[in-house]
């Protein structure tokens, strides 16, 4: 066993064609392990037919409490009364977290949570985890909502030991250590095992996508990690996201190279995907902490 294991994940699949379509490709090929749709968003049902058509997909639910696309809007699937504070004027979810914590109801919040997971199990998909969009359900209002809905479901959820270790920290701007531990503590207590770094897509590179790409996952620590990536065919992504679009075209064409392939599986690096995950946390009398070290710390 290698001291480094990553799950290579696409994050926000479902929120255009462009990223369905680079999640089955790269699946295919070989650098991608996992992904994970957002059930309220148009191209929700593309994904879910291509689950159905292939099993093999390794597919979660992204948690979607937001919409933060201008021009781009989508809905919760519960239908909430605008006092349940889930919503804007217009009936969509809110375009920040900061918002959301304000505003938003528990009750309403876990409703909607339960109705994603829900609506995807119905759609066909194979669920394999829950993870985070934007981070809204790490938030210290929403991780016991979190944890217990994970638990309920018996599928794995993706956290990290410490807010520092958290690749999404601008989502969660003024949260501090003390308040992510929290949430981090009533994982523990469920028995979850915690990924010991969770990096993301760097939306502000300084440098070309190959060697941005090389350095984050070069400095990826030993034990368990997870790589919330945003690979993005370009094909209607330029319009959803005109501000981070090239970001996520550019990932794309790094991960579709044979040359990065054969780069990343010469590392010291052992790729899984989320199913394995899933499935230590079912196996009877088991808790799910031999993934990682974090997880007994």
């Known amino acids: 066993m290698t001291a480094r294991r990553a799950v290579f994940h696409a994050d926000d699949l479902g929120m255009s064609h462009g990223a369905n379509a680079a999640f089955a490709e790269l699946s295919a090929f070989g650098t991608i392990t996992a992904g994970a749709v957002m059930v309220p968003c148009p191209w929700f049902p593309e994904l879910a037919a291509m689950a159905r058509a292939d099993p093999t997909l390794d597919i979660g639910v992204h948690l979607t409490l937001t919409s933060e696309m201008p021009g781009y809007r989508w809905r919760p699937l519960t239908h909430p009364a605008s006092s349940a504070g889930l919503t804007d004027p217009a009936g969509y979810f809110h375009p920040d977290v900061a918002t959301l914590r304000r505003r938003a109801d528990p009750v309403a919040v876990e409703a909607e949570l339960r109705a994603q997971i829900e609506a995807a199990l119905a759609a066909g998909i194979d669920v394999?985890?829950?993870?985070?969009?934007?981070?809204?359900?790490?938030?210290?209002?929403?991780?016991?909502?979190?944890?217990?809905?994970a638990t309920d479901y018996r599928l794995p959820l993706v956290m990290c030991p410490a807010f520092a270790d958290y690749g999404g920290q601008h989502n969660l701007q003024d949260v501090t250590e003390t308040a992510f531990a929290a949430g981090v503590a009533q994982a523990r207590r469920a028995g979850f095992a915690l990924f010991d770094r969770i990096a993301e897509t760097d939306w502000h590179p300084d440098g070309p996508p190959g060697a941005v790409a090389r350095a984050m996952i070069s400095d990826l620590p030993a034990g368990l990690s997870y790589l919330a990536l945003h690979v993005t065919r370009p094909d209607d992504i330029a319009a959803i996201d005109p501000g981070f679009h090239a970001i996520r075209t550019a990932e794309y064409d790094l991960y579709r190279t044979a040359a990065f392939r054969d780069w990343l599986t010469a590392q010291d690096i052992e790729l899984l995907g989320m199913r394995p995950l899933r499935e230590a946390r079912r196996a009877p009398n088991e808790r799910n902490t031999t993934w990682t070290a974090s997880a007994s710390a």
């Open 128 to 149: 394999t985890h829950l993870d985070d969009h934007m981070g809204a359900v790490l938030a210290p209002e929403f991780a016991d909502i979190y944890v217990r809905t």
